[in-house]
C-alpha cells in the first residue's frame, strides 16, 4: 500500500495541446507549402468588407488571434480559424486585383488599407497586397512605379512614405498569432 503523501502518480504523459506564437509571415509560409491546411467550407460568409476589416486590423498592429490546428502525420489542419486564415492567404499570396475578389491595397499616400474597385487608380499609389510578403515581388513593383513617382520628383517615395511602408511592411511580417496544435 502507498505510504501518506507517497507520489503515485506514473510519468507525465505527452503534451495533448501544444501552444507557440508564429508570426504572420511564417503562417502564410506553412500554408503555401501545405504544411497547414484549412478545409475550404462553403458556408464561407466573409466578404471583401470582413477581408478589409481584417487586413486594416494588422495594418494596426492587432494580432490575428489564436488558431487552433490538429496534427496530423500529412499537415496541420486549422480547426478554428479557417476564414482568418484563408482571407490572409487569399489577400496575401492571392492572384491580385482582377482575379482576386479580396484583393486589398496600402494606399501609400494615406498609409491605409483599401480596397480598390477597379484598376483605374494611380499604380504608383496603391501598393499591392500580394507584394508585400515577397522582397522580389516588392523590388519589381517598386522598379515599376518608380518612374511614375520619378515625375513628382519623390525617389521613388518621399521619406515620411518610406518610413510608413517599413513599419507597415513589419507589422504584416511579425503580427503575432497564436498556433494551438492537438
Known amino acids: 500500500p502507498p505510504q501518506p503523501h507517497e507520489d503515485t502518480r506514473s510519468a507525465p504523459e505527452e503534451p495533448l495541446l501544444e501552444a507557440r ?21 462553403e458556408a464561407s460568409k466573409w466578404t471583401a468588407e470582413d477581408a478589409e476589416r481584417l487586413l486594416d486590423s494588422v495594418h494596426r498592429g492587432h494580432p490575428i488571434g489564436t488558431l487552433l490546428l490538429w ?18 492567404t487569399r489577400v496575401l499570396a492571392g492572384a491580385g486585383l482582377g ?14 488599407v483599401v480596397r480598390l474597385k477597379q484598376r483605374k487608380h494611380s499604380p504608383a499609389r496603391y501598393l499591392p497586397l500580394t507584394e508585400v510578403l515577397d522582397s522580389e515581388r516588392l523590388l519589381r513593383w517598386l522598379r515599376r512605379t518608380a518612374p511614375a513617382r520619378l515625375v513628382s520628383g519623390d525617389w521613388p517615395f518621399p521619406a ?13 511580417r511579425r503580427t ?5 496544435r492537438l
Open 176 to 180: 503575432p498569432g497564436s498556433l494551438a
Open 71 to 88: 496534427q496530423q502525420p500529412d499537415a496541420a489542419w486549422v480547426v478554428d480559424g479557417q476564414q482568418r486564415v484563408r482571407v490572409l
Open 160 to 172: 515620411e512614405i518610406r518610413a510608413g511602408l517599413v513599419a507597415h511592411l513589419d507589422r504584416l
Open 21 to 41: 506564437v508564429s508570426t504572420l509571415e511564417d503562417l502564410l509560409r506553412d500554408m503555401i507549402a501545405g504544411k497547414i491546411r484549412a478545409p475550404d467550407h
Open 99 to 112: 482575379a482576386e475578389p479580396f484583393a486589398l491595397h496600402l494606399d501609400l499616400d494615406e498609409m491605409q
